[in-house]
């Protein structure tokens, strides 16, 4: 019998990472009040693949970031709260995608931030995802992070924009949008050696 190989986990990445104004954390089940105050936010949900929050919806996206600490095969993430001066601003996703072949780890990282509007307008998104594009390619073997986004979503292509990523595409009526609609995607992509030409 045919014993399948299964690529070692990749280890959890150190926290807290600090920043100039920032610290970045785990998520943990006490900030429910302050992601759910953001996230049941129209605004915010927007563009997000998911409508404002109710009292259940939050309930699981809360589930999915508190365990969000190890991310080791593709699918799974790494959840981070950031606190500016002791208060949660905001939060960001680093999720795991493809590997080059099965015994590999993942070797493509998919970004995602979504941060309160009493906030914005600070740097602190941008600020906070620097520091997560350092942690992706410095903690695990990845060759490429990319994100996707609605086109529409201008606040967040800037803070793409301001990574260093390269706007490498926009899809047309790819997404199935909350109102039935279908929706553009727009993909931005930095690979690892246009990272470290960059340091
Ligand atoms: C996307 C999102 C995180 C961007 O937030 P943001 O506040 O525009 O981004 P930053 O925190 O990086 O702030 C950057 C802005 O602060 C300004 N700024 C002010 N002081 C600053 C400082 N000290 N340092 C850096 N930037 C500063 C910048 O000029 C910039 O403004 P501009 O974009 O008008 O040029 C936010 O709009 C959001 O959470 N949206 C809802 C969720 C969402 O759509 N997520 C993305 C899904 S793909």
Redesign the pocket.
């Known amino acids: 019998m045919a014993t399948e190989l299964i690529p070692p986990a990749l280890p959890a990445p150190l926290l807290p990472v600090r920043t100039e104004r920032l610290m970045l954390r785990a998520v943990l089940p006490s900030d429910g009040a302050a992601i759910g105050a953001?996230c049941a936010s129209p605004?915010?949900?927007?563009?997000?693949p998911f409508g404002p929050l109710d009292a259940e919806g939050l309930r699981e996206r809360m589930e999915r970031m508190v365990a969000g600490t190890a991310p080791s095969v593709p699918g799974e993430m790494l959840s981070l709260a950031v606190e500016h001066e002791g208060v949660l601003v905001?939060d960001l996703m680093l999720r795991l995608a493809a590997r080059h072949g099965p015994q590999d780890p993942p070797a493509i990282g998919e970004l995602?931030?979504?941060?309160?509007?009493e906030?914005?307008?600070?740097?602190?998104?941008?600020?906070s995802?620097r520091a997560l594009v350092d942690l992706a390619f410095t903690h695990y073997p990845l060759h490429r992070l990319m994100?996707?986004?609605?086109p529409r979503?201008?606040?967040?292509a800037?803070?793409c924009e301001?990574l260093g990523m390269r706007h490498e595409a926009h899809t047309r009526e790819d997404f199935a949008e909350q109102d039935g609609t279908w929706g553009d995607t727009a993909v931005y992509g930095l690979l690892r050696r246009e990272w470290e030409a960059r340091r």
């Open positions: 953001y605004e915010v949900t927007r563009y997000l905001g995602g931030w979504v941060f309160a509007p906030y914005a307008g600070r740097g602190f998104a941008t600020e995802a994100a996707q986004l609605d979503n201008l606040p967040s800037r803070v301001r």
